[in-house]
């Protein structure tokens, strides 16, 4: 690496001051084999060095900042509108832009594709925290195509710093709005016909023997945004068959438009309209690549996922992004069986309670 530049395959724990969290889970993913697509981590340094030459600039956004006020949306969003034009008018170092320009050029290279589409995500230094939850304050641009676009859109991440959103949760936190830093992730892009999201636990009732799997067609924007009800799917961790599913109605999904490059929203055939979104086989997978998250990571998991379009069958799910669960996982577990004098009553007890079985050190298709 340099000191702008860190390959997700080149991540040790030391870099994650300058990588963030959502660049860590993907070098720790990398480093460990699971299916994520290709990328590098623009480094807080690169950050530190367009902040830190435009002395001017960061008086006036500390000044604009001193004058939060939670109480008046409007002003919020004013405010945090005209801190990120003045982020987004400095100019980007000359030796950071050579070395992101030399990077995408090896990432395109690698991947055998001219100007290779790829995914510019934000990875604020606090996000993806067990104790805070900074993740999704910040910005993600997909389907970015060619180094002036990349270019362009690392500086609207470094910006998104300053979202209304993120300024106001910081602000509640207590969390200095100055020391921030931001990484931002270069990584070749997916062309999903299914997406979503999967937790390790049933996030209904924190059943830890069950993946749970949120599932549309297309990017998830839908999803996101609340434009469908995405299809759920619940699959038993230890034998992996599905104990539960439901298809919901899915009549909007956002997809690539080969014409224009850009992902576009568009209306389901008929025939997809109440069609599973992943098959079953699909659905095992994900909860299979999902647990192997969580055996790595070492808890439960909030894992986003999608179905690749452009590769085969048995080596189309890809992992995009890892995350500690951090609802259930900060609950107390309860007692596997209470205490009796009945040993039958108690095995029976430790037979059917749902956190407890006996084959959960092992996994099925790892």
């Known amino acids: 690496m340099n000191d702008f530049v860190l390959w997700f395959e080149e991540y040790e724990p030391a870099h994650l001051p300058i990588v963030g969290g959502k660049n860590r889970s993907l070098g720790e993913m990398?480093?460990?084999?699971?299916?994520?697509?290709?990328?590098?981590?623009?480094?807080?340094?690169?950050?530190?060095?367009m902040r830190d030459q435009d002395e001017l600039a960061r008086r006036e956004v500390r000044e604009l900042l001193s004058h939060v006020d939670l109480t008046d949306a409007s002003g919020l969003q004013e405010l945090a509108a005209k801190v990120r034009r003045r982020i987004e008018a400095?100019?980007?170092p000359a030796e950071v832009e050579r070395a992101l320009r030399d990077a995408y050029a090896a990432l395109c290279e690698r991947c055998g594709v001219d100007d290779v589409p790829v995914a510019v995500r934000s990875s604020a230094t606090a996000e993806d925290l067990v104790d805070a939850s900074f993740a999704g304050?910040?910005?993600?641009?997909?389907?970015v195509r060619g180094i002036d676009d990349v270019l362009a859109h690392v500086q609207r991440c470094?910006?998104?710093?300053?979202?209304?959103r993120a300024i106001a949760y910081r602000h509640e936190m207590g969390h200095d709005h100055d020391r921030l830093l931001m990484s931002v992730a270069i990584q070749k892009m997916v062309r999903p016909k299914a997406a979503g999201v999967a937790f390790t636990l049933n996030p209904s009732d924190g059943d830890r023997s069950q993946v749970a799997i949120d599932s549309a067609w297309g990017f998830g924007e839908a999803v996101v945004s609340g434009e469908v009800t995405p299809d759920?799917?619940?699959?038993?961790?230890?034998?992996?068959?599905i104990v539960s599913r439901t298809i919901s109605p899915k009549v909007v999904e956002y997809r690539l438009d080969e014409a224009t490059n850009r992902v576009v929203k568009a209306e389901v055939p008929d025939d997809r309209v109440n069609a599973p979104s992943l098959t079953d086989d699909?659905?095992?997978?994900?909860?299979?690549?999902a647990r192997r998250a969580e055996r790595h990571f070492g808890g439960p998991q909030d894992v986003e996922w999608a179905i690749d379009?452009?590769?085969?069958?048995?080596?189309?799910?890809?992992?995009?992004?890892?995350?500690?669960?951090?609802?259930?996982?900060?609950?107390?577990?309860?007692?596997?069986?209470?205490?009796?004098?009945?040993?039958?009553?108690?095995?029976?007890?430790?037979?059917?309670?749902?956190?407890?079985?006996?084959?959960?050190?092992?996994?099925?298709?790892?």
């Open 282 to 289: 699909e659905a095992k997978a994900v909860a299979a690549m």
């Open 232 to 241: 759920n799917f619940l699959v038993d961790k230890v034998i992996y068959e």
């Open 90 to 92: 400095i100019p980007m």
């Open 309 to 366: 379009a452009d590769l085969p069958d048995g080596e189309n799910v890809i992992l995009l992004q890892s995350r500690p669960e951090t609802v259930w996982s900060q609950k107390p577990r309860t007692p596997v069986a209470r205490a009796t004098s009945d040993p039958i009553e108690g095995i029976v007890a430790t037979l059917l309670n749902p956190v407890h079985t006996r084959g959960r050190g092992s996994t099925v298709g790892e």
């Open 158 to 164: 470094w910006s998104s710093c300053f979202t209304d």
């Open 30 to 49: 990398t480093r460990a084999g699971l299916p994520v697509p290709p990328g590098f981590a623009l480094t807080t340094l690169a950050y530190e060095a």
């Open 137 to 143: 304050l910040q910005d993600t641009f997909l389907w």
